[in-house]
């Protein structure tokens, strides 16, 4: 089974600084798809960025970008130039292959950005 | 087009009923998937169903259940509602079961 661990409950950072948000996965698939989501308080979740395991370079979707460590089953976002809209629960998501197909989440990383 | 669209929004039920939930997926999207999200925690798969067949399930117990139509909306149905059951219950739909899909905005649940 899948594990998504996001070690960092809480991070907040100042308007226009950048902040990274840090996630670990545990997967036996050599195959997958790691995904970052944005809750705001509106409750949908939002696709902010995908990253396919085989493909070595990083993800880049405008302001965010990813660092994909494979060997080190790490992969985490950065935000840039963070905007008071970027403050929302963050989710690490996990999707496999075989023959179940379904989003195994981390716990979420709150983040407000401070005018 | 329409996103995907979860009804209704808002429900509170009391211990020991039943409830059932609703989505319809974005026109043309033949698979729909469940999850539960409790407060403060990340979201849990339920079900996926394509072509309205179970294509996969959670480690939920049988009092969870869905179904979908023909015209590929879906019915998560709950039974003998416990307080544990109050949660934000999400849908997702996407053309095909291989991919994650995109997210209605739930249904909050609340169970008294």
């Known amino acids: 089974a899948q594990t998504v661990t996001q070690s960092q409950p809480e991070m907040s950072v100042q308007e226009a600084e950048t902040v990274t948000l840090s996630c670990t996965y545990d997967t036996s698939e050599s195959n997958y798809y790691l995904f970052w989501y944005k809750q705001p308080p509106s409750r949908q979740m939002i696709l902010v960025i995908r990253?396919?395991?085989?493909?070595?370079q990083n993800a880049t979707e405008n302001r965010f970008s990813v660092n994909f460590q494979k060997a080190a089953k790490s992969f985490s976002l950065k935000i840039s130039d963070s905007q008071l809209g970027d403050t929302a629960m963050y989710f690490c998501a996990f999707w496999g292959g075989g023959s179940n197909y379904k989003l195994t989440f981390g716990k979420g990383t709150l983040l407000t950005v401070n005018p | 087009d329409a996103g995907v669209t979860q009804s209704p929004t808002h429900l509170i039920k009391t211990r020991g009923q039943h409830v059932t939930l609703r989505c319809s997926p974005i026109?043309?999207?033949?698979?729909v998937s469940w999850y539960q999200q409790v407060l403060g925690q990340g979201p849990q798969f339920i079900f996926q169903y394509y072509e309205k067949e179970e294509r996969g399930r959670g480690n939920f117990p049988d009092r969870f259940s869905a179904r979908q139509f023909p015209n590929y909306s879906s019915e998560l149905n709950v039974n003998a509602l416990l307080l544990g059951d109050s949660a934000l219950y999400l849908c997702?739909?996407?053309?095909?079961?291989?991919?994650?899909?995109?997210f209605g905005q739930g249904t909050r649940l609340t169970v008294v």
């Open positions: 026109s043309g999207h033949k698979s």
């Open positions: 997702a739909s996407s053309f095909r079961p291989t991919e994650p899909g995109f």
């Open positions: 990253q396919e395991a085989y493909k070595q």
